[in-house]
Structures are given as C-alpha cells and as structure tokens.
C-alpha cells in the first residue's frame, strides 16, 4: 500500500515552508494572459443592450436600423417582447461588430420599448406582520438558497414543510447532481408534494422564510441577570472583480465550441453551457491561464457567456468576445445579500449564555434568500429566531467570499458585545467565558491569547467610552468565526519523464488563492525537487476534471490528488532505480534533485541520472480526491477551522471617521502547504474586511431603480492608505497538522466587520449597528449618544 | 461605454460656430490642437472661439512609440490609448478595469509619468514615449521592483499588478526613499481587490532599500 499519508515534519521538504507563488513573475511583467487579454484571429465585440429599468415588460424591440450598419455581425435578442425583467441592466438585446466602438453604435441604434412595473429595491425593515407564509418553493427559490450556502437541513425542511411548485424531471435531478445539489436536497424535491398552481400565483415582497425555536427562551430571559438589545446589519454589497466577467467564444467547427472564460470553475463550465446551446458538453472546450478575481461570483457561464457563443454561431462561428461594462459588472454580476436584524441576548452574571432571540430580514434579490446562521458560532441553549426574506428588484445575489457567515459574524458578535459591555466585561473574558458553547472551543483557546499578545489586548482595553483624548477615541474589538473547507472532488494527472522533466495536469483554476503554487508544492515536496521545477497546466477542459473554486474547497482537492499521484509515480520511479542502488524501492528516498539510499545517503543517483532508468515510455499516475470523506483512503483533507480576530481603531469624534490602526488575525487551516501564501490569503481578507466595514455598499436610488454607485469611485475600496499595521498568525504543528489539509479562502474575511464594529463601540462608548461604518452613522450614533 | 450625451455629428458644415461644446468634442480639442501632427482629411471647425482642427469620425493613421518600438495603426480618434494598446497593439499588460479613470489598472508612463491609459485618446499618444509594464524587465531580468513584488507576495489574482507596478516604479523613479505621504500622494490612484496592499508595502520598502 502506497504510503499517501501527509509526511511528517522531519520528511518534508518544501510543505510548512515559505515558496513564493509560482505564477508571480508572469504576473508582474504583464506576462500572465487573463481572459479580458485574449485577442483571436478575426475576433468580434460584443455589447449587450440592458434594461433601464428595475421592473418592466419588454414591449418590443427594433433592431433593423443596427442590422444595416456596416461592421455589425449578428444580433441575438436575449428577451423577447413580452418578458418581464425583474432588474435594471438586465440583458435584452446582444450585438457583435467587428470593433468595440461600432457594436456600440449598434447596441445604441436598438429600439427597445418598455412598460415600466412598480419596483421595490429597498431592503428596509418590513411592516409588522408583513412577511407572507413560505408557500410552495419554486425552483428559482431553491437555486436562490443554494446560491447562498443556505444550510441543508433548512432547505430540506422547508421543501419538506412546504413542498414545491414543480415536478422535477429526471433531467433536471441528473443536472443538480452535476451541479453539487446535496443528495439530501435532490431526494427530498423528489419526494415533496408538488403544488403547481403555486407557480403563477403573484407573490408578496416579504416571505417569512424562517421560524425555528430551541429550550425556553421566556423562562431564559426572565432568569438572566444581564439582556442586551440592538439592531445589528450588513447591506447588500458587491463582488466588485477587477477583471470583469466574461468570454470569448468560437466555433471552431459547427459541432464545436471553445471558450475562454473568466471563471472559478474552468471543469464546470461545459456542462453548464451544454443545455442551453444544444451541444455535448464533450464538444465544448473552456480554457483559462489566469482570472482577475472571482470572489464567488463566477461558477456559471452566466446568460451573457451562453449568447456570446450564440452570437459567434450567427457569425459564421467567428470569435466573439464579450466582457461586461464596469457598471453592469457592479449591477448584475455580482452581490452579498444584506442582513439585518433586531436581536435581544442573556447572560447570567458570570457572563455564561442563556438566551437568543432575533427577528432579521435581507434581501438576496428576487429569490429571498435565507436566514444566516445566527447566532453565529455559539449555540445559545435557548434561542427564538425569525426571518423575513425581502423579495425585490435589486438584482440576483451570488455567494461572496464565505457567504452568509460576515453577516452572521456581524449580527451575532455585536449584540454579544454589547452584552458584555452591560455585564462590565471585558468581552476577551466574556468571549473566553461562552468558548464550550462552540464547536471549535479548543482551537479557540488556543487562539485567544496568541491574538491577545499579538494586540497588546491587555494593555489596550479600557471599558467603554474611556480612552478618548481630545476628538480621538481608541477602542479595540474581537470576533471569531469558524468555516468547513473540506477538498472538492479533483483528479490529477502527473508523468515523470526520462530527462527528468515532471508535468501535472489538471482542470483546476488559480483564482489568486496560490492553486499553482500548492500543486506544485505538493508534488516537489515529494520528489525532493523544488516548485519551480514542476510543469504545470491547469485550466483547461482538456486536463482532468477537478472542482470549483469556491467555499474553500480547492487546497484541500488539488493538494490531497496530487499527493496520491505524486506518491504513486515516485514509487514507480523508485521500482526502476532500485536496481541501480542495488536496494530494494522502500529503501529509496527523493531529497534535494537526487534520489538516495535512507540508510546511506551517499549512495545516490542525481534526479536526471534516476529519470534516466525510466526507459523509453514515461512515468505516468492518476491521482483522485473524492468529494466524499469516507472514499478517500487515506483522507487527506478534512473541514471546520477557527479563527479569532482583533482590531484596534482611533474614531474622530468630529467628522466620524473611523481609521483602522491595527487588525491581528490568528487563523487555523489544518495542514499548512505554504505559509506565505497562506498569510498573504489572510492579509488580504483582512483588508477586504476593512473595505467592506467602513466602506462598500451597494446603494439603490428608490425612484429609478437603479443602482447609484455602480463605478470605482463611489463604490469605495479601501486603499492602500487605509491599511494599517496587520499581524497574521497561522496555527501550525501538533493539534493542526495531523488534521489533513483544509481551505483557508473564506474564514478569515468574516470576522474582520465584527471585529471592527466592536472596537468602534469600545471607543466612541456606543454602538454603530449597522455597517458599513461610515462618518454619518457614527456621528448620527455619537449624537444619540449626547441626547440620551 | 454608456455614453448618453449627444455624439459628436460629422462635421458636414465645417465652419458651424457651436454655442456648446460637448465632453466629446471638448476631448478632440483640448487634446488634438497643439500635440499631433495633422493627418490628411482633417477638417477645421470654429469651436470656442477658435479654429481647431476635428479627425474622423472614421479612422486615420497614427504612429506611436511602445517600449521603445514604433507602432503604426488606423484607428477611430475616440479609441483610448488603452484600447489602442491592448486591441490593436497586442500589449496587454496594462488592464480594463473601471474604463474611468477610477482604479489605476490601466497606469503606464507617458514620457517617464504615470498615466490612466483609460482616459487619454490614442491620439493624444502620439510622439510620445510610452512605456508599459512589459518593458521593465531588462534582458529576462525582473526590474528591481518587479522582483520586490514576487519576493513579497504582492500580487493574487494579479489584474491590479501591473498597474501598481508600474505606479510604483514611477514613484521611486522621483523618490527614492518614499515617505509614508509620498505613498499617499502617488499610490491612492490605484485600487486592488483582493488585498494585497501589505504586499506591495513591503515590495516598495524593499526596493527602496536596494535603490530601485
């Protein structure tokens, strides 16, 4: 049996210490080829007519003074007359000429009438008693909440509570397997009452989505000696990559079709674009080298990707590229969905827990969307949680970057704050008091004074409201979080040629997480080479199939197949030098571009010199990873990290700015692959944390419909200047190795708004409930403040 | 491009004096009068008071100078130099990102200065010296700040790069030794996603410390 097994600390090489990426060189000479790069031969540019409006009909559309323009290639109406869209810069009429300037003229030259609809795009509050009973779910419901992580047990109640409005066929259960739909969710659409008459019925803005109860919330509360109060929330924000989304795409037979797509999932794509085009997903070839951010929002090809292959069919197959405007990337191609809510929460004296309660609402767009996971982390003994779901016209949502958890993150450690806050606590003690509550307490009680140190927490706390000199006021705050990150199914081809050339390929993505670098960590680690010496080629339909980047999934996938390929073709290289050494295989080992015998190392042949046994046909190993724990044998990737948080921030009392001045993570993911790239991956949600604590919302103008901010200028990202000192601690050894590897892209962009919101209570002594914290909401919360 | 205001017409009555002057006219003015040589086909239109020459609307020859190579191209006088670069030049270092002069992904040098290849007309490029991100290196070598980059892990996704790349270059280039001010004043003109600014921090003292 092959020995697959992560090797420990004294066996490895290059795992645990620090690579550079791999990829870097190419990206900072203007080398590396993003999918907005491509340019083919004869190439066409597409534009996409888009609906003003929030709300409306298409009434009909005239697109014959376009056609006669000269340069203009094809026109493909996306929705006919009489659709109805649900969300301004919907996609209406798309046109490929063969410049960017003339498709548009011609995109401008398309008359398309509209009858307006009422449109609701506010996320407010709802009306008491607003929230109509969960009828029957339709399958947008369902793609809705699946979109946004919603767990599993709840989708499965609700379809179980309320059944559906459609009868799955067994074409659309074969597509959610596909897809990844939990074999929970599928089997219970297949079993659940169907309602078809609920499909046409019109429904209300506001669904009560959620009613769950635990223990004895009044009796709780009646008991607790402390109750807190408040009004928490996080808006709608948006993904906001800087490359935007998009292809190109080319037939290059009439049975053919390659793509170039900006994606997080280049081995998803084919089977997505197949039913729409009427193609074998064989027949489809999707390639990518590099994609400029995805965050969560690029998994499907998306309407845009399927009509610009629709467009290139009309053009004789010509390549036609498409790549979305600034303002449609911000309107429609990406957004967090919002979540608010009023929570109320217990503790006895010594701070222990009691009580939960909470009635919150968000809007994902025209689906809904669910509750978060709240209370977040702790599971309070007795809890009463409400949620209303807000369906309106702001445009879909997509997962963001550890979806629903920075919400819940927010609704949850605010209100424990400021319960601490009224039991006199310092919310370190408070935090550290209710760990047993958590799933991770052990990993967090390792965390906690690391991060402590780190911040000078200690020395720096001060209760509410008291260190505040002239118009500065200095607080600090925590949170924790915790998130899954188990390896998605991957296969990887390896070959170790007789030069001693070695290759991976491979049909992942590296979205800026360091995929390439840990591959080729993994598989140098094990042959004694170093990373650079690893050829590899991902991104391509042509390679074997692994999954899409997304819940941090992809470490644990490409790191735990590579290893078995790896392992399995050293071993075969070993069978073949063997006889060189005179020793038996077990007895070899591969350490520094040479392979040796253990027990005499100066019995060695160089790497080249042991290719050279190879023979004429090289070496050649399949490694795969099972998305299925109990499959992998061993299993070398494993779910559920912890990570604790702590910003400290000095708040203008006059203007109400709020600067961070110094955020420290401590973070868990198992088996660490590559420090550098692991603390990079931390640094960077740190900042993306800030960003979206002081800075990003997606604002709505309630008269047109239409977003406001849909630029770079007013959707506001922090900045170099607005990043302070950032300490990033990474858990390692005894206790974490031996877990396997686990993802590490989403956790630690959750705690960041929590932590941030608490330490601007901690300094202005009140809280700003809701971010992003921006200087009016602080001063508006510092005059409260002064009135009560 | 969403560009509602009224497009300029073809300019059928060359002399018409206009009362207003739109963004896009205002664009082939200021840009065009003193700078470019005139191309054949030019027409003179009173605008402002004052005779200007207009191009176009349709293509006419330009000639540029890219990392130290001469381009020649038939172009639109609307094309940005960014799209004149990437589209029709095949050098795509620098990237599209906001399209407004908003995020910086776009920087290059116009005679050794940082600009928003975005925002400036093709035209306008011309007898220029413009250099993109892909002439730093020097014979296969990283430039010093390219090699801070990688060293410090200053990139993920990578699209912001070579803009901040190029941003940082140019502010070496005029100090050496960069106060955490002249940070504020060279670099808040470019914007990165992912979050790699604590990279480029430590990638902009290590080059200072080496003498980029």
Not at chain 1, 171 to 177: G, L, P, V
Not at chain 1, 420 to 425: D, G, R, V
Not at chain 1, 604 to 629: P, V
Request: glycine letters at 10%; one cysteine or more; charged letters at 20%.
């Amino acid at each position: 049996m092959p020995d697959y097994q992560w090797p420990d600390p004294a066996h490895r090489t290059l795992i645990g210490k620090r690579t550079s990426r791999v990829d870097s060189p190419d990206k900072v000479s203007g080398q590396a080829r993003y999918t907005y790069d491509i340019k083919r031969p004869g190439m066409l540019y597409g534009k996409m007519v888009r609906s003003p409006y929030a709300h409306c009909k298409v009434l009909s559309i005239d697109i014959s003074a376009a056609e006669k323009m000269p340069g203009v290639k094809a026109i493909e109406i996306v929705q006919k007359p009489g659709a109805t869209i649900p969300w301004a810069g919907d996609e209406v009429v798309a046109v490929a000429a063969i410049d960017e300037a003339t498709a548009e003229d011609a995109a401008r030259a398309i008359q398309v009438k509209y009858q307006k609809l009422p449109h609701l795009v506010s996320d407010a509050e709802p009306p008491a008693g607003a929230g109509e009973n969960q009828g029957p779910l339709s399958l947008d419901d369902l793609g809705d909440m699946l979109e946004n992580q919603v767990p599993e047990r709840q989708i499965v109640a609700l379809i179980q509570e309320y059944g559906i409005s459609f009868k799955p066929t067994e074409e659309d259960i074969k597509e959610a397997k596909d897809e990844g739909v939990p074999d929970s969710v599928i089997e219970a659409a297949r079993t659940a009452t169907v309602h078809p008459e609920a499909g046409t019925k019109t429904k209300s803005n506001y669904v009560k989505a959620s009613v769950q109860s635990q223990g004895d919330v009044e009796k709780a509360f009646a008991e607790a000696d402390a109750v807190a109060e408040g009004l928490y929330g996080a808006p709608v924000i948006v993904h906001c990559c800087m490359e935007a989304h998009g292809s190109t795409s080319e037939w290059t037979d009439p049975d053919h079709l390659f793509v170039h797509m900006s994606t997080q999932n280049v081995s998803g794509i084919a089977g997505q674009m197949a039913e729409p085009l009427k193609l074998p997903a064989a027949n489809i070839r999707v390639h990518q080298d590099h994609v400029g951010g995805g965050f969560g929002s690029k998994f499907s090809p998306d309407r845009w990707g399927i009509v610009t292959a629709q467009l290139s069919k009309k053009a004789d197959g010509k390549p036609v590229r498409m790549m979305l405007e600034r303002d449609s990337e911000l309107e429609v191609a990406g957004a967090r969905p919002s979540a608010y809510a009023r929570v109320k929460v217990g503790a006895k004296k010594d701070g222990t827990l009691v009580a939960w309660q909470s009635h919150s609402w968000g809007t994902g767009g025209p689906g809904g969307g669910g509750m978060p996971p709240i209370p977040y982390c702790f599971s309070i003994p007795n809890q009463h949680k409400e949620h209303t779901a807000i369906r309106n016209n702001i445009g879909p949502a997509r997962a963001w970057r550890a979806p629903n958890h920075p919400q819940a993150c927010v609704l949850t450690m605010s209100a424990l704050d400021d319960l601490a806050a009224k039991l006199n606590m310092d919310p370190y003690e408070f935090f550290l008091k209710n760990l047993e509550l958590t799933r991770l307490s052990k990993i967090y009680r390792d965390e906690f004074p690391l991060a402590a140190e780190m911040m000078g927490w200690k020395e720096k706390w001060h209760p509410r409201g008291q260190n505040i000199s002239g118009n500065v006021a200095r607080g600090v705050g925590l949170s924790l979080h915790t998130w899954g990150g188990r390896g998605h199914a991957s296969d990887c081809d390896l070959s170790i040629h007789p030069d001693g050339s070695v290759d991976i390929k491979m049909g992942t993505q590296d979205i800026g997480t360091g995929t390439r670098t840990c591959i080729a960590v993994v598989a140098a680690d094990a042959l004694g080479l170093q990373a650079t010496d690893i050829k590899l080629y991902i991104g391509d339909t042509l390679y074997p199939p692994s999954g899409g980047s997304g819940g941090s999934t992809t470490p644990g996938g490409v790191s735990s197949s590579t290893r078995r390929a790896v392992v399995d073709a050293r071993d075969a290289l070993f069978a073949r030098v063997a006889p060189a050494l005179s020793v038996q295989p077990d007895d070899l080992e591969a350490r520094d571009g040479s392979v040796r015998v253990k027990s005499d190392t100066n019995r060695s042949l160089s790497w080249k010199e042991a290719c050279s046994k190879i023979g004429a046909t090289s070496i050649t190993s399949h490694g795969h990873n099972d998305q299925a724990a109990a499959k992998n044998k061993p299993d070398l990737t494993n779910s559920g990290v912890g990570g604790v948080q702590m910003a400290e921030v000095a708040v203008d009392t006059e203007t109400g700015i709020v600067k961070v001045t110094k955020m420290v993570a401590v973070q868990d993911c198992g088996l660490v692959i590559d420090p550098k790239m692991a603390e990079s991956s931390v640094l960077g949600a740190l900042i993306m944390g800030i960003s979206y604590s002081l800075f990003e919302e997606k604002i709505m103008d309630p008269t047109t419909g239409r977003m406001l901010n849909a630029d770079m200028e007013f959707y506001r990202l922090a900045g170099l200047n607005d990043i302070p000192e950032l300490k990033v601690h990474m858990m390692t050894g005894p206790g974490y190795d031996e877990r396997g590897v686990i993802g590490l892209g989403e956790p630690p962009v959750i705690s960041s708004g929590a932590a941030i919101s608490n330490a601007v209570a901690n300094a202005i002594g009140v809280r700003v409930g809701v971010i992003p914290l921006t200087p009016a909401k602080v001063l508006a919360a510092l005059n409260q403040k002064a009135g009560a | 491009m969403h560009d509602d205001e009224s497009v300029l017409k073809t300019p059928e009555e060359p002399m018409e004096e206009r009362s207003g002057v739109s963004r896009r006219d205002f664009l082939k003015i200021s840009t065009i009068a003193a700078a470019v040589p005139v191309v054949s086909g030019t027409k003179m239109v009173l605008a402002a008071g004052e005779q200007v020459p207009v191009h176009g609307p349709g293509k006419v020859p330009m000639t540029f100078n890219v990392n130290g190579k001469t381009y020649k191209a038939s172009l639109e006088p609307r094309v940005t130099l960014l799209d004149a670069l990437r589209d029709s030049l095949d050098i795509t270092g620098a990237k599209r990102v906001c399209d407004k002069a908003e995020c910086g992904a776009c920087t290059v040098l116009l005679d050794d200065k940082p600009v928003y290849a975005c925002s400036m007309l093709a035209i306008e490029g011309q007898g220029k010296k413009i250099t993109t991100v892909e002439a730093l290196m020097e014979n296969g070598k990283l430039h010093p700040i390219q090699q801070a980059f990688v060293d410090n892990d200053a990139s993920q996704c990578g699209f912001c790069t070579p803009g901040f790349v190029v941003a940082c270059k140019a502010m070496l280039d005029k100090h050496p030794n960069p106060t955490p001010d002249d940070l504020l004043h060279e670099l808040s003109g470019n914007i990165c996603r992912c979050g790699t600014y604590a990279g480029i921090r430590g990638a902009i003292a290590q080059a200072a410390r080496k003498g980029a």
